[in-house]
C-alpha cells in the first residue's frame, strides 16, 4: 500500500469514501438526506482548490492502482477562509441559513475525515492513514494533530487513544456534540 497526496484526478474516487465518515453532517449542511447530492457536492469541492475539502488537503491511500483510503486534513488556522467557499454554496444551493461552527482553529493541523473504502476496511489502513499523518504532523514538523470523534464511536476513540492522541475536550458541529482529541509533539 502506498499513502500520496492526492490529485486532481483522485476526486471522483476520495468523494464517496470521505463521505463515509461525514454522511450525517454533509445531510445537515444540505438539509436533506440524499446519498447522491451529498456524494456530488463533496466530488465538487474535493475537485475544486481553496476549499477545506479540496483534494489539495487530501491523501489517498492506494493499492492495486485503486484508491482504498483517503483523508482530509489542513492547518486549523486556514479554517474560515476554506470554509468560505462551502458556506457560499450552500447557503446560494441548499440551506441559506447555514451557519456551522468552526471545529478547529489554529494550533492545530485538523483530520477533517478519513475514510476507507469498505472493501478494504478491517484491514489497517485507517490505522496506516493515521500513522502516516502522525509521522509527517507530529514527528517530522513538530505540529499538533487535531480531530473529532463522535461520543457513540468507542472504537474510533479506542483506536486515536491507542495512537496517542489525548482528548482535549468537546465541540459542537451542526449541532452534533464531539469530542476534540489531539497528539502533540514530544
Known amino acids: 500500500m502506498n ?4 490529485k486532481i ?7 464517496p469514501i470521505l463521505l463515509l465518515a461525514m454522511e450525517d453532517i454533509v445531510y445537515k449542511f444540505l438539509a436533506k438526506k440524499d446519498y447522491a447530492s451529498a456524494k456530488d457536492f463533496l466530488h465538487y469541492f474535493i475537485e475544486r482548490e481553496n476549499n477545506q475539502y479540496s483534494y489539495q488537503n487530501c491523501f489517498v491511500a492506494e493499492e492495486n492502482n485503486e484508491i482504498i483510503g483517503a483523508v482530509n486534513v489542513y492547518n486549523g488556522s486556514d479554517i474560515e ?3 468560505n467557499p462551502i458556506i457560499k454554496y450552500v447557503r446560494e444551493h441548499y440551506n441559506p441559513e447555514f ?4 471545529e478547529t482553529r489554529a494550533g492545530e493541523f485538523y483530520i ?10 478491517g484491514k489497517g489502513i485507517g490505522s496506516k492513514l493515521l500513522r502516516f499523518l502522525i509521522e509527517e504532523y507530529v514527528s517530522k514538523n513538530k505540529q499538533t494533530l487535531g480531530l473529532l470523534v463522535e ?3 468507542p472504537l474510533a476513540k479506542n ?11 468537546e465541540k459542537t458541529l451542526v449541532g452534533k456534540k464531539l469530542e476534540h482529541l489531539q497528539i502533540t509533539p514530544n
Open 3 to 6: 499513502i500520496r497526496k492526492a
Open 9 to 15: 484526478s483522485d476526486s471522483k474516487y476520495i468523494a
Open 81 to 83: 477562509v476554506l470554509r
Open 99 to 102: 451557519d456551522p461552527e468552526f
Open 112 to 121: 477533517d475525515s478519513l475514510g476507507v473504502n469498505p472493501n478494504h476496511q
Open 151 to 153: 461520543e457513540g464511536n
Open 159 to 169: 483506536l486515536y487513544l491507542k495512537l496517542g492522541f489525548k482528548i482535549a475536550g
